[in-house]
């Protein structure tokens, strides 16, 4: 298990295959991956094998990292960093379990991925997407210190907002 950030509240790692449960738990929440484009994974073993093919932190030296609860050991989403090679940007995400949202979980993991990526990895910007509707996450960005770039197609069916943040 590689630490990577510590907060006040939580901890980061990076995120291995003995989280495919909760992994695979977290995606089951339709309001979880209500705003992502992606879909549930079909059982445990399909986010095991997600998980053992994850190759960001190889190529990268970054990614999205395993959020952990301090005070409870408890695994309560992820939040990190991915570069797009084709766009030449990172981008910042996050998921929690529904239970733990609106209890500042990503606000705080998030700030310490800003401010790692610009202290640590020497990011010049970094962007945040959301779908227009998600407004949740899009105070997040905001409360972060992104600010509002751009609209864009999310997928056919769905309008998306981009925010940045630079150095």
């Given at each position: ?8 509240r ?111 990895l ?42 940045k943040?630079?150095?």
């Amino acid at each position: 298990m590689k630490e990577i950030l510590k907060t006040e509240r939580l901890l980061l790692r990076e995120l291995n295959p003995d989280d495919a449960e909760n992994f695979y738990k977290l995606n089951l929440n339709p309001n979880v991956i209500k705003y992502t484009g992606n879909s549930a994974f079909k059982d445990i073993d399909e986010a095991k094998e997600f998980l053992e093919n994850y190759q960001d932190y190889k190529i990268n030296g970054f990614g999205r990292w395993a959020v952990i609860e301090k005070s409870n050991n408890e695994f309560l989403g992820w939040c990190g960093l991915k570069y797009d090679k084709i766009l030449d940007e990172t981008d910042i995400g996050f998921r929690f379990f529904e239970e733990h949202w609106n209890k500042g979980f990503a606000t705080e993991s998030a700030k310490a991925c800003i401010d790692f990526g610009f202290e640590n990895l020497n990011l010049k910007s970094i962007v945040g997407r959301a779908m227009k509707e998600n407004i949740a996450s899009i105070k997040v960005l905001e409360k972060i210190g992104l600010k509002f770039e751009r609209e864009f197609d999310f997928d056919k069916n769905n309008k998306g907002v981009i925010y940045k943040i630079e150095k």
